[in-house]
C-alpha cells in the first residue's frame, strides 16, 4: 500500500512538474507582447492552477494570480515571480520561501 502511495505521488509530481515547465514556456513566448496580453495570460494561468494544483508552491501562485492580486504587484516584478515559481516546481525545488522538504527529513 505505502509503495502504491509513493508511486502516486511520483507521478503527480512529474505531472505537476510537466505542467509547471509547459506554462513557463507559454509565459516566455509572450515576452514580447504588450503588459495587457501577459497580464490575460496570467489570469488564465491562475485560474488553470487554481483547479489543478493541490497544496503547495503552485496553490500559492493561483493566489497571487487572482485578477485582485496581480493589480497590486508591479507587474514585471510579478511576472518574474511567477517564472521562478513555475522554473523551481518543474525542476521538482520548492518555490521561492518554501522549505525544501526533501532535506529536511534527513536533518532531523
Not at 501562485?61 to 485578477?67: D, H, I, K, M, V
Not at 493589480?71 to 516584478?77: A, D, I, K, S
Not at 525544501?100 to 532531523?108: G, L, P
Request: net charge negative; no cysteine.
Amino acid at each position: 500500500m505505502l509503495e502504491e502511495v509513493a508511486v502516486d505521488d511520483r507521478a503527480a509530481l512529474s505531472t505537476l512538474a510537466t505542467l509547471a515547465a509547459r506554462e513557463a514556456q507559454r509565459l516566455r513566448d509572450l515576452a514580447g507582447r504588450p503588459e495587457y496580453e501577459r497580464r490575460e495570460a496570467l489570469e488564465d494561468l491562475g485560474s488553470r492552477l487554481a483547479a489543478l494544483a493541490g497544496d503547495g508552491p503552485l496553490r500559492e501562485l493561483a493566489e497571487a494570480l487572482r485578477p485582485e492580486a496581480i493589480g497590486g504587484r508591479p507587474f514585471e516584478e510579478l511576472w518574474a515571480y511567477v517564472l521562478e515559481v513555475l522554473d523551481a516546481t518543474a525542476a521538482g525545488a520548492p518555490g521561492p520561501g518554501q522549505p525544501d522538504r526533501r532535506s529536511s527529513f534527513w536533518r532531523r
